[in-house]
Nanobody
Framework: QVQLVESGGGLVQPGGSLRLSCAAS????????MSWYRQAPGKERELVAF????????NYADSVKGRFTISRNNAWNTVYLQMNSLKPEDTAVYYC?????????WGQGTRVTVSS
């Protein structure tokens, strides 16, 4: 049974930090590229960060470059999103996604609220 379980969301003040985790099971994690997406209220889901199966050549949305860092630990079947200097516009539900050729899996999401 494939599972992606996100955790680490919550309420944080502007300028604060959070680290999201996504624990994978039920498939060979190291074969899959991993991404973080987010969806704010009333907006479409958007790509935030991407990391290939090997862990190199990460990519980020312009809005988070220099503030967010995606990483993965293939031994622990986990992908992370370190989020620093958070802004109110980062408020959204954050989802992780696993992708390999025709296969795509999504997690259930974790909510991040940036507010004073």
């Amino acid at each position: 049974q494939v599972q992606l379980v996100e955790s680490g969301g919550g309420l944080v003040q502007p300028g604060g930090s959070l680290r999201l985790s996504c624990a994978a099971s039920g498939f060979t994690f190291s074969y899959y590229a991993m991404s973080w997406y987010r969806q704010a209220p009333g907006k479409e889901r958007e790509l935030v960060a991407f990391i290939p199966s090997s862990g190199g050549n990460t990519n980020y949305a312009d809005s988070v470059k220099g503030r967010f860092t995606i990483s993965r630990n293939n031994a622990w079947n986990t992908v992370y999103l370190q989020m620093n200097s958070l802004k109110p516009e980062d408020t959204a539900v954050y989802y992780c996604k696993a992708t390999r050729t025709l296969y795509t899996y999504w997690g259930q999401g974790t909510r991040v609220t940036v507010s004073s």
